[in-house]
């Protein structure tokens, strides 16, 4: 099993910054890709953020400029750095990850999600 648990989320004002971080555990042989979503009430979940092998990095219009993604290979984490927050920023956020088991199996892995409320 895969396993990814994010840290991070919580209430800030509008203009404030948060930082968002997720660790993959379990029966790992590598990672493909790494990334983020959000669900908004009564909205699907998109794509905000996500970073492939190779650092190739899509980001979502709405947050380009203001978000950063970032992984460190080595310890199979995914950050996601917020600044300029918004209140339409406001959501759950996931953590997303296509992970190659030890049995050659890619499983599209989520986290439990973080919680990120942006009002004043």
């Known amino acids: 099993q895969v396993q990814l648990v994010e840290s991070g989320g919580g209430l800030v004002q509008p203009g404030e910054s948060l930082r968002l971080s997720c660790a993959a555990s379990?029966?790992?042989?590598?990672?493909?890709?790494m990334g983020w979503y959000r669900q908004a009430p009564g909205k699907e979940r998109e794509l905000v953020a996500r970073?492939?092998?190779?650092?190739?990095?899509d980001y979502a219009e709405s947050v380009k400029g203001r978000f950063t993604i970032s992984r460190d290979y080595a310890k199979n984490t995914v950050d996601l750095q917020m600044n300029s927050l918004k209140p339409e920023d406001t959501a759950v956020y996931f953590c997303?990850?296509?992970?190659?088991?030890?049995?050659?199996?890619?499983?599209?892995?989520w986290g439990q999600g973080a919680l990120v409320t942006v009002s004043s």
């Open positions: 970073m492939a092998n190779g650092d190739s990095t």
């Open positions: 997303n990850a296509r992970v190659v088991n030890s049995y050659g199996v890619t499983l599209n892995t």
């Open positions: 379990g029966s790992i042989f590598s990672i493909k890709a």
